[in-house]
């Protein structure tokens, strides 16, 4: 079975390269749930992804990794090929709403840009 390249934005490469630094176990954890992802959609385990709602998540499938805790990493399966890690967040002491408001919209601006750099380069 083929697995899933996984594509990862700069500010989510910066926060990973960040957390395995500051907390190398968090770092391992959240890298073993990545892995995961790269199976493929519907072959990891039902707790681990969720559909992100609202009209603007849903026009691209948006979805959410749970890693550790309340950390939450938003991405897309892409072309049948790739994972794109989009934003992250830490759920802690932020209303849901807002959390997930700002999750979105971000991972929105980030996939618009990685789209059209993917563009640039065929």
């Known amino acids: 079975m083929d697995r899933y390249d996984l594509a990862i934005v700069d500010p989510v490469k910066a926060w990973l390269r960040s957390l395995r ?3 190398p ?11 995961l992802l790269r199976e493929g959609p519907g072959r990891h385990p039902r707790d681990l992804v969720a559909a992100l709602t609202g009209d603007a998540a849903r026009s ?3 979805l959410e990794l749970r890693t550790h805790g309340t950390i939450r990493i938003a991405f897309v399966y892409h072309a049948g090929t790739v994972v794109v890690l989009l934003a992250h967040g830490d759920k802690r002491n932020v209303s849901s709403r807002m959390f997930y408001d700002t999750l979105i919209d971000e991972a929105l601006r980030q996939y618009e840009l990685w789209r059209k750099l993917e563009n640039d380069h065929e």
């Open 60 to 62: 691209i499938s948006l």
């Open 25 to 35: 176990e968090k770092g391992r954890q959240i890298a073993a749930r990545l892995e």
């Open 21 to 23: 630094k500051d907390d």
